[in-house]
C-alpha cells in the first residue's frame, strides 16, 4: 500500500522517476550541517537504499543546525543518531550508518561502485578530494555541495562529463609576514595569529605549527627571524618552567614587557607608526578589579577590560600548563593543539590577543569575534544549509534523468538569489579526472606485470588497449615505480609477488606525452568463467583530441578578453571559481546569470 507521501511523492515526480529514485543506492558523505538535512529531505522523497557515513561523533555546538540530533545525543556517533532520527520520517526507509572514515582503504573503489550516486555533505578540501577521486575511478556520479553563511552551491560532477573537483585550482589559505605578525600588528587578526600560532603553538605545542607565517627572504624580515629564534630560545626556558609558581608572570614579563621594549629600541621601526607601550604585572595586578566594566550581552559577545583580560591571561594559562602537565605526565612528547572549540584554549588566545592588541593600540575583540577569527570561522547558517540540501536532492533527479551535462551548478548567492552557471567540461589539463581509466579483471596469483604490458599496455587501440610503445612506458603503483624500460627486474613477476591486490589502480605513463591510463585491477569472482588470466573490461577511451571544446570555451574567452564586452563573462568565469576555505563562492552578481524561477 501506498503511503500519503508516496503517492505525493509519484504524482510530483511521475512514475518513472520516482520508481528509479526508490531503486537507487545513494552514499552520503558527512552527517552534519549539510548531512543532516540531506538524510532527512532523502527519506521524504523516496529514496529507499541509503549508507551514511560520518566519522564525527556530536558536539553540543552542533545541535543549532544540525536537526537530527539533539541535547541527549551529545558524544554519540553522527552517522548512527542521524539514521535513528530520520528513519522516523521514513520507517520503510533502509539506511545503513558506518562511524568511519571515508578515506580509509576498506571504502574502495569497488566498494564506491555499488552506489547509484553519492552526496558531498564535507567540511575540508581534503575529503573532498578523495571522494571526488574515488567516484570519477569507479564511475559513479557524484553531487558535491558546500556552505559558508549565507553562500552556497550544489553540482555534479561526472568522469568525462564535467569538471571534477580538482579540475579549477584552489587558492592556498591567507599567510601574513613574519614581521607583521611578530612586531608590527596593526589589526586584530594580527594579534590573534600571534596568539594562536605563535605564542600558544611556543608554549603548549608544536613550534613549527607557525603555519600562518609567510616565509619572505627580505632584510627586513632576515632581522626579525633572528629576533623570532632568540625569543623562541628564550620562550623554551619559560615552556620548561611549566607547572611553576610564577610561570604565568614569567610568560607576561616576556611577551608584553621585555620583548616590547626590545622593538622599542629599534628607533626606526616606530618612525612612522605608532610605538607599543610594555604592560607592567605587578600594576595590573594591584589594580583593583574592575574599575571599569566590560561591555553588555552575552558572556561571549562581551569585549573584556585590560583587568579582565589580565585575569583571564593568568587563569587560562594556568588551566593550560596544568593539562600540558598532565599529558606529559604519560606521553612525555605530549602537545596540546589549537581548537577552536576548546574553552582553554580560546580564553588563553581571547586574552593573549587582546593583551597585546592593547599594547599596540589596536581595538580589542570579544571571545566570539575571536573564536571565528582563530578558527577561520564563517557562522554555519542552517536555512543556507537546507536550501543547498534541497537543491542537492534535484541534481540527486537530475542524475537519475541522465541529464548531466546540461545540468547547471547552482548557487545560492548574496542577497538570497538562486544562480545558475553552465557546469564545465573536464580540464584537459587536470591530472585527476583526464587520466584514461579501464576496469582490468585478473588473476593476482598467476598472470604477471608482462601479462599486463602486452595484453592491455602495448595492444593497439582498434583493439581497445592503450597502444603504446615498450620503451617508453613507465609504469606506477602510487608513487612506487613497478616498471619502466631501465628497471624490469619485476615484468616476470605475478601480481601478488609485487603486492598489487584488488582495488589497486596502476598508472601506467607514456614518455611522448599523451594522456596517463589508469587501469584499476579487479579480481575475477570464485566461480567465473574465463579463458585468459587476464582480461580488459572496457575499451581504454583513446586520447583527448587537442582543440577539444574546453579548449574551444577557453579559446572564445581569451579572444573576448579584448573586447568590451568580454568582461562580463570572463570577471564571471573568474568570480565563480574564487574558492574561500573550502568553497567556492560566487561573490559577483552578474546580469548574465540565470535566475532560477
Ligand atoms: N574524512 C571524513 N570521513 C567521514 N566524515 C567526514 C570526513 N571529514 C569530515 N567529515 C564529516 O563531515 C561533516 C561536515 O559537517 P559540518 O560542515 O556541518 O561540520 P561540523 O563538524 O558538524 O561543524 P563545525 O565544523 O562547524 O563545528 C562533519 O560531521 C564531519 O565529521
Ligand atoms: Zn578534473
Excluded at 573537483?165 to 591567507?174: A, E, G, Y
Aim: proline share 3%; charged share 30%.
Amino acid at each position: 500500500m501506498t503511503s500519503n507521501r508516496e503517492s505525493y511523492n509519484i504524482r510530483v515526480l511521475g512514475k518513472d522517476l520516482y520508481a528509479q529514485v526508490a531503486n537507487s543506492k545513494v552514499l552520503l558523505v558527512g552527517a552534519g550541517g549539510i548531512g543532516c538535512e540531506l538524510l532527512k529531505n532523502l527519506v521524504m522523497s523516496g529514496f529507499k537504499d541509503i549508507v551514511v557515513i560520518d566519522l564525527d561523533t556530536i558536539d553540543i555546538s552542533n545541535l543549532n543546525r544540525q536537526f537530527l540530533f539533539q541535547r541527549q545525543h551529545v558524544k554519540k556517533a553522527k552517522a548512527h543518531v542521524a539514521k535513528e532520527s530520520a528513519k522516523r520520517f521514513n520507517p520503510s526507509a533502509k539506511i545503513e550508518s558506518i562511524q568511519g572514515n571515508i578515506k580509509d582503504s576498506q571504502y574502495s573503489i569497488q566498494w564506491f561502485k555499488q552506489f547509484t550516486m553519492v552526496l558531498n555533505a564535507l567540511d575540508n578540501l581534503d575529503a573532498r578530494r578523495h571522494v571526488n577521486a574515488m567516484c570519477l575511478a569507479a564511475d559513479v556520479s557524484l553531487v558535491e555541495s558546500g556552505t559558508q553563511g549565507y553562500l552556497g552551491q550544489a553540482y555534479i560532477i561526472k568522469k568525462g562529463e564535467t569538471e571534477c573537483f580538482d579540475c579549477q585550482p584552489k587558492p592556498t589559505p591567507t599567510t601574513y609576514p613574519v614581521c607583521t605578525i611578530r612586531s608590527t600588528p596593526s589589526a586584530p587578526i594580527h594579534c590573534i595569529v600571534w596568539a594562536k600560532s605563535f605564542l600558544f603553538s611556543q608554549l603548549f605545542g608544536n613550534s613549527e605549527d607557525e603555519e600562518a607565517l609567510e616565509a619572505d627572504t627580505s632584510e627586513e624580515n632576515a632581522k626579525e627571524l633572528e629576533a623570532l629564534s632568540r625569543e623562541t630560545a628564550e620562550l623554551k626556558l619559560i615552556k620548561d618552567a611549566v607547572g611553576s609558581a610564577d610561570y604565568a608572570k614569567m610568560v607576561f614579563d616576556k611577551v608584553y614587557k621585555s620583548d616590547i621594549e626590545r622593538l622599542l629600541s629599534m628607533k626606526s621601526m616606530w618612525k612612522n607608526r605608532a610605538a607599543p607601550t610594555p604592560l607592567d604585572y605587578d600594576t595590573l595586578e594591584s589594580e583593583a578589579a574592575a574599575a571599569e566594566t566590560s561591555t553588555q550581552g552575552l558572556v561571549d559577545q562581551k569585549v573584556w577590560t585590560l583587568k579582565e583580560n589580565f585575569e583571564m591571561f593568568k587563569d587560562s594559562a594556568i588551566r593550560l600548563a596544568t593539562r600540558y602537565l598532565n599529558e606529559r605526565l604519560t606521553q612525555s612528547d605530549a602537545i596540546l593543539s589549537f581548537d577552536k572549540d576548546d574553552e582553554d584554549a580560546m580564553d588563553f588566545v581571547t586574552a593573549t590577543s587582546n593583551l597585546r592588541a592593547y599594547v599596540f593600540g589596536i581595538p580589542t575583540k570579544s571571545l566570539f569575534d575571536v573564536k571565528s577569527m582563530a578558527g577561520n570561522i564563517i557562522p554555519a547558517i542552517a536555512t543556507t544549509n537546507a536550501v543547498i540540501a534541497g537543491i542537492v536532492i534535484m541534481k540527486a533527479y537530475g542524475i537519475l534523468r541522465g541529464d548531466i551535462k546540461n545540468n547547471n551548478r547552482t548557487y545560492l548567492t548574496s542577497g538570497s538569489r538562486l544562480v545558475q552557471e553552465a557546469n564545465g567540461n573536464p580540464n584537459p589539463n587536470c591530472n585527476v579526472c583526464r587520466s584514461r581509466t579501464a576496469t582490468v579483471k585478473v588473476d593476482f596469483d598467476t598472470a604477471t606485470l608482462r601479462d599486463i604490458i602486452q595484453k592491455v599496455i602495448l595492444l593497439p587501440q582498434e583493439q581497445g588497449g592503450a597502444g603504446m610503445v615498450e620503451d617508453e612506458v613507465a609504469i606506477l603503483d602510487g608513487s612506487r615505480m613497478i616498471y619502466d624500460v631501465d628497471f624490469d627486474e619485476s615484468v616476470e613477476s605475478t601480481l601478488k609477488e609485487i603486492s598489487l591486490k584488488p582495488g589497486t589502480i596502476l598508472r601506467v605513463t607514456q614518455d611522448d606525452g599523451s594522456e596517463d591510463v589508469d587501469l584499476v585491477l579487479e579480481a575475477f569472482d570464485t566461480n567465473e568463467d574465463r579463458d585468459d588470466n587476464l582480461q580488459l573490461m572496457n575499451a581504454i577511451p583513446k586520447p583527448v583530441e587537442a582543440n577539444n571544446e574546453t579548449d574551444e570555451r577557453k579559446r572564445k574567452l581569451d579572444e573576448k578578453e579584448d573586447g568590451e564586452s568580454s568582461q562580463k563573462s570572463l570577471k564571471k568565469v573568474k568570480v565563480a571559481h574564487q574558492v574561500v576555505d573550502d568553497v567556492v563562492i560566487l561573490e559577483d552578481e552578474d546580469e548574465d546569470i540565470v535566475l532560477l524561477d
